[in-house]
């Protein structure tokens, strides 16, 4: 206190209010840091690496567990008071978000592409998915069109939402800039809170979309 208000304060003022003399404090500054200091200073800098090799998913009783695989002898009260003083906390997996219901009631195309991905030449093929990204804003959806000739993404589209428009707009981007593939394949399953659209969702024939 003393250290950090000496410039806007009286040094004599300072230490009346809070009970040290000048020559205790002068020498407190000059006193070289305790070995438990240093070794805290040591023991927190691996903390911090330890969590974030490990994606900041551990908590005391997992860094404790790693310190002491290698051999550093710790207690866990000592880690868990210098993971609040560093400020370090586990941060939760995000629970794994399914886009995807296979086993849904709608005709299902048969798969023509049968996984031959190396298609040669682009504009003949294009493979298309959606995913659920976590954002700061909250989970938000992507779909993409891929062309697997040249393996460059012709069109996508980001909703906050799952709906039949979402494929439906990343395809929009890829027929407005691209020709029409012989093609159009993705996997054969239906968001639950989608409603089914041919194009977009089933792999067919260009020919008979």
């Keep these: ?10 040094m004599g003022l300072l ?33 911090r690496l330890v969590h974030l090799l490990h994606r900041r998913l551990y908590g005391r009783p997992r860094l404790h567990r790693a310190l002491r ?7 866990p009260k000592r880690v868990a008071r210098l993971m609040r003083e560093a400020g370090l906390v ?9 886009t995807t219901d296979s086993g849904h009631r709608w005709p299902v195309v048969g798969n023509q592409l049968a996984r031959q991905f190396g298609v040669g030449a682009p504009h003949r093929v294009w ?27 012709v069109g996508w589209a980001v909703r906050p939402s799952l709906e039949s428009e979402l494929v439906r707009a990343a395809l929009h981007v890829a027929l407005g800039t691209r020709p029409v593939p012989h093609l159009h394949h993705s996997d054969r ?6 409603r089914v659209t041919t194009i977009g969702l089933y792999s067919t024939r260009a020919e008979s979309r």
């Design 127 to 153: 493979a298309a998915d959606i995913t659920a990204l976590w954002t700061r804003a909250g989970w938000c959806y992507l779909a993409i069109v891929l062309d697997l000739g040249s393996r460059r993404v």
């Design 189 to 194: 399953g239906v968001p639950s809170s989608m």
């Design 90 to 98: 586990a941060e939760g997996r995000r629970r794994f978000r399914v």
């Design 15 to 47: 230490c009346r209010c809070l009970g040290v003399s000048r020559s205790g404090f002068y020498a407190w500054t000059r006193r070289r840091p305790s070995i438990r200091s240093a070794e805290d200073v040591r023991l927190r800098h691996r903390l």
């Design 69 to 75: 695989a290698e051999g550093i002898r710790i207690s």
């Design 1 to 10: 206190m003393i250290a950090a208000e000496k410039a806007r304060y009286p």
